[in-house]
């Protein structure tokens, strides 16, 4: 178990956050082996589940537990490799790991179709499930989904996908990250800013949690640069016509039959508003809102209209 060490006077955030605290589920990940994943729980009613994105964690939910657990039995999770759950170092992943792993995240903690709220790289592999396991999924929530993505929004992203997977172990298990915590903070605050409208909202307490899987529990940056990796060939393989995740799922999209809600930042810099009009147009029942004054990261930039809109949807589908 992973263990918390707490400075500044701040409360552990699980604790703080859901009445259990961070709970342990062990499934088994898509190639056979037992895998550690840590969520939080809060409320009664519908499970409604969480899924963050790339490099982010349950904590990037912040604004959104409290207000949706009055109506839902919400559940954040910590995809495998990010925040606090495990990151097994020694096997490589393929492309597609995400969404067995979400399947069976949901087949264990939930005795009936959950309602799917996914943000960013979460949202696509929410798409992924609800065409692969339709009686898993009730309702879907997107927001700002890397669907129609023909390159890496940001130079860090470029950088660890091309850096060799073997030096950036070697960086990760030196620790780094740990004796250059002050200076990764700052960098990590300056970039989390970038992709929100108002970026005084981003707190000190915001940031320290944001960077601590990247600081305190090793293994997370060479597991975040392996999914980047995996994105990047994808993109590659997309671009040279080869056979690649994202098409499979672009030419599916009509599959979803649940009710679909797509939510698009309208200032979105790493995945334009067109793309969600686009991913609107493909899902025969679905909805569109583009959130005003919003750049990428809605679920903090834009988190009250974020709830109220899944709550206005959810009341009108379920």
Known sequence: MVKLFIDNGMKDWWQATFPK???SLIITDSKGYPVQISYGEKGRGKPLIL????GSWSYNWRHSIAPLSKYFRVICFDAKGFGFSEKPLSRREHNGHQVIEFQRIIEALCDEPAVIVAESLGGLVALALAQENPQLVAQLVVVNVPIFAERLPHWAMWLLAQTPLEIIQTIDSLRLAYLFAPLLREIMA???RRVLFDPSILTQEDVYWITYPFI???GTVAKVAEELQIAAREIENWQENKPNMLTKIQNNLSAIKCPTLVLW???DSWFPASHGE???KNIP???LKILSNCYHDASTGAFEVVNAAIIEFLRDTL
């Not at 899924?51 to 790339?54: E, F, Q």
């Open 21 to 23: 605290g961070r709970q």
């Open 51 to 54: 899924l963050h994105g790339m």
């Open 190 to 192: 300056i970039e989390r």
């Open 216 to 218: 305190e529990l090793p």
């Open 265 to 267: 930042g309208d200032q």
């Open 278 to 280: 686009k991913l609107h």
């Open 285 to 287: 029942n679905s909805k």
